[in-house]
């Protein structure tokens, strides 16, 4: 009995590890691939961490980015310091809201010549902010806007 105990522990260690890995993992059920994923150790600087594309419509290729950028202050701050930005860069900000440790933002206006439309999640843990964003032009927000707020909504942290 002991010894079926000890074979069903180690089975189970195996079958940990095994499922640790493939959570490295991205899977495109669709296009019928997966990749493993570029792992890094958070850095003082922040970092772009996964960028995915849709096929490109109009020229532009709504996306979804997630990214680490460093900031010691509080959330709250955070949400202050993003609005003011945005004004200054005389973006609209049509959402600015902190829900269950989220800060929720929708805004839409000219960034780099684009006429943009965008939805953001901001997660603050340790002196870091997960910025994930999903970005269209504002002509295409209406046609692609649930897929990208659902993709962005989606993220969360795992420890």
């Not at 493939?22 to 792992?39: M, Q, R, V």
């Not at 890094?40 to 950028?69: R, W």
């Not at 870091?128 to 989606?154: A, F, H, M, N, P």
Request: net charge negative; proline share 1%; hydrophobic share 40%.
């Amino acid at each position: 009995m002991k010894r079926i105990l000890g074979l069903l522990l180690i089975i189970g260690v195996m079958m940990s590890c095994a499922t640790t890995q493939t959570e490295s993992k991205i899977t495109y059920l669709n296009e019928g691939f997966s990749i493993d994923t570029l792992e890094s150790e958070t850095t003082a600087q922040g970092h772009q961490i996964l960028m995915m594309f849709l096929p490109t419509d109009k020229g532009f290729a709504p996306s979804v980015n997630i990214m680490t950028q460093d900031y010691s202050g509080s959330l709250e701050d955070y949400k202050k310091i993003s609005e003011s930005q945005f004004q200054q860069l005389g973006i609209e900000v049509i959402i600015s809201v902190i829900d269950e440790g989220k800060l929720n933002m929708e805004y839409m206006g000219v960034l780099q010549g684009q006429d943009i439309h965008g939805y953001a999640i901001a997660i603050k843990k340790d002196n870091y902010i997960y910025l994930t964003t999903g970005t269209t032009l504002r002509s295409q927000w209406e046609k692609y806007k649930d897929q990208l707020i659902k993709v962005v909504l989606s993220f969360e942290l795992t420890e």
